[in-house]
């Protein structure tokens, strides 16, 4: 149920959808958050505007490699 309930609150409203390149993806993990809201540190993305694990207001590829795949099924 996790993921039809993250699928069903992606696909609710408008999206926006960045890429944001570099040599690691820990500095914007770090500006996200924890997808646990309640456990993000404070002033990230989904501290602020996070409501619950499955509605956390944003997503981040865990690694180079999800973020290929990912960004590669945008297009």
Do not use: C
């Amino acid at each position: 149920s996790f993921f039809k309930d993250l699928l069903d609150f992606m696909t609710s409203g408008d999206s926006v959808v960045i890429v944001v390149e570099g040599d690691s993806n820990q500095p914007v993990r770090k500006l996200v958050g924890a997808t646990d809201p309640a456990k993000a540190d404070e002033n990230t993305i989904r501290s602020l505007f996070g409501t619950s694990i499955t509605k956390n207001a944003v997503h981040a590829s865990d690694s180079i490699l999800n973020s290929e795949k990912e960004i590669k099924n945008l297009l």
